[in-house]
């Protein structure tokens, strides 16, 4: 059976969901690793049992037998090493969001489409069984004529989460809750109500110590002519207290919440009733937000590499996020509506 070699770059906190979802398909070898920091590469390394460690990145993506590249360092670095992987012709897993702006994002996405390899972009909650089971009911027409949406993030990250890392919070290197929290479920919003319109929106930084954002709102208006709410901050006290994901329309509701939009709250359609059995079937119940969505995500790329066909979320399907969080920041700088495209 043919296997794809897997190499990670950054061993911090979400790399182990990479390392895991990897070493649990049998369709996957973790080869590599690497992180500036000697230590955490070598406990990658020891943990995983990759084949060898790397502290210098380039020479990761030297190794010929190198297939896949996931990319699990601050958010300001995944262009330029998404790039890098690209022009050695590696296939490139990113962390979201993929880049901090839409030029780092059009550049990997045609790096990636001009050295023939695949992207796929860490949106993992897509793959959630609820969300899943909400998308298919879209696509199926139930809702009918779509009216409005909301996606509401209250989380908590006290001060010594953004002290653990000199690169979280800043603009440069983060952005703040809507751009490295907030994302998931605002990819999910427009993923659902989509394509979006314009935005208008407001950020304030009003407990953590940090650049950007810990508290974000915005309206949006989409192109169908529903109407959005996004509510995201990390400043819930005293712990994570939801991630919900709302969608109406003339024949149907359906609120996904739990901690991570992993439990169904209401389930509404005029077109039939399911029973409660079939809905808890579709419930999660997870051990912290990041779900079990990598998993799905590392298995349906393997396939879009083996099958030679695009993965389930592709560079252009994870730039449409980055647009809506960029958006509202253009928004809440210019106190004016931002209209789409953004420039
Ligand atoms: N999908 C999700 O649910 C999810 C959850 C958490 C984080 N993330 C994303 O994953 C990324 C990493 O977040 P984290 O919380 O794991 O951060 P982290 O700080 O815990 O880990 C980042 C690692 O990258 C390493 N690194 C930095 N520069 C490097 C370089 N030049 N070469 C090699 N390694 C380098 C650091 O030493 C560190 O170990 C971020 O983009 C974040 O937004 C996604």
Redesign the pocket.
Known sequence: MKKLNFGI???????YKHAEAIKNNEKANLLYV????EE?AVDYKNKYEAEEYFID?HEMLDMPDLDVVNI????G??AEMGIAAAKAGKHVIV???MALSLKDADDLINACDDNGVKLAV?F?NRFNPPVQKLRKALEEGRFGKLTHGSAVVRWFRPQKYYDQ?AWRGTRAMDGGCLM?QAI?NIDLLQWMMGPVESVFGYTATNLRKIEAEDIGVAVLKFKNGALGVIEASTTIYPENLEESLAIFGEKGTVVLGGIAVNKIETWKFADSQEENEDLKKHQQDVPNV?GFGHNALIDDFIQAVLNDRNPYIDGREGRKALEVVLSIYQAANTRKESRYPLL
């Open positions: 770059i950054g061993c911090g906190r979400i790399a690497c992180d500036i920091i955490r990145y699990c360092t601050p958010s670095m995944h962390e979201k969001p860490c993992q890392a490295n998931h990041y």
